[in-house]
T-cell receptor, first 113, second 117 residues
Framework: EPEVTQTPSHQVTQMGQEVILRCVPI?????FYWYRQILGQKVEFLVS????????KSEIFDDQFSVERPDGSNFTLKIRSTKLEDSAMYLCASVDPKRNTIYFGEGSWLTVV | AQKVTQAQTEISVVEKEDVTLDCVYETRDTTYYLFWYKQPPSGELVFLIRRNSFDEQNEISGRYSWNFQKSTSSFNFTITASQVVDSAVYFCALSDYTGGATNKLIFGTGTLLAVQP
């Protein structure tokens, strides 16, 4: 079974620091997503990415956030200046449109102190 | 606007009991997808089922079954003869139909199921 892999699995960072979360989607997938889950709360959509550009983003995805696919395999989420409320699990997903299936990674837990 | 409501925050059952997790959704679309995901303590989201709005047939997969009622906008999930390994948070989700799986998911708040031995 193909997998979406995410690194790091856990990261603790100080408020105001930049954080980059990495995702390796399944090869040949073309659609990529970031979701966020604050501890004990629901999973929320952040951004979708297709054809090397953002196709949709939520209100949460403000100017502090950015995504890119720097090398054709990694898909990164950057938080420029972290805030305490950015503490959450960040889930990456990729989609195989032919099989109409969404694959989620295991998530990256971010704690901002 | 699309919305998914899981009114049950936590459910606790004893092993071998049957349990039903409720999901009610709101959408103006006439066609859409509904999903259930399981989130064990390790955190990953495990896909359980996707159902399109055209198909109201109930589905059974082993101890799992799903009851889709378009008339009441509900997509309930039943676990028969629950086991300790079923303990997890279960999320119901909704997405647009056009574009298939490429659409974003709108999740409910989840139901924490605790199965006691």
């Amino acid at each position: 079974e193909p997998e979406v892999t995410q690194t790091p699995s856990h990261q603790v960072t100080q408020m105001g620091q930049e954080v980059i979360l990495r995702c390796v989607p399944i090869s040949n997938h073309l659609y990529f997503y970031w979701y966020r889950q604050i501890l004990g709360q629901k999973v929320e959509f952040l951004v979708s990415f297709y054809n090397n550009e953002i196709s949709e983003k939520s209100e949460i995805f403000d100017d502090q956030f950015s995504v890119e696919r720097p090398d054709g395999s990694n898909f990164t989420l950057k938080i420029r200046s972290t805030k305490l409320e950015d503490s959450a699990m960040y889930l990456c997903a990729s989609v195989d449109p032919k099989r109409n299936t969404i694959y989620f990674g295991e998530g990256s837990w971010l704690t901002v102190v | 606007a699309q919305k998914v409501t899981q009114a049950q925050t936590e459910i606790s059952v004893v092993e071998k009991e049957d349990v039903t997790l409720d999901c009610v959704y709101e959408t103006r679309d006439t066609t859409y997808y509904l999903f259930w995901y399981k989130q064990p303590p390790s955190g990953e989201l495990v896909f359980l089922i996707r159902r399109n709005s055209f198909d109201e047939q109930n589905e059974i997969s082993g101890r799992y079954s799903w009851n889709f009622q378009k008339s009441t906008s509900s997509f309930n999930f039943t676990i028969t003869a629950s086991q300790v390994v079923d303990s997890a948070v279960y999320f119901c989700a909704l997405s647009d139909y056009t574009g298939g799986a490429t659409n974003k998911l709108i999740f409910g708040t989840g139901t924490l199921l605790a199965v006691q031995p």
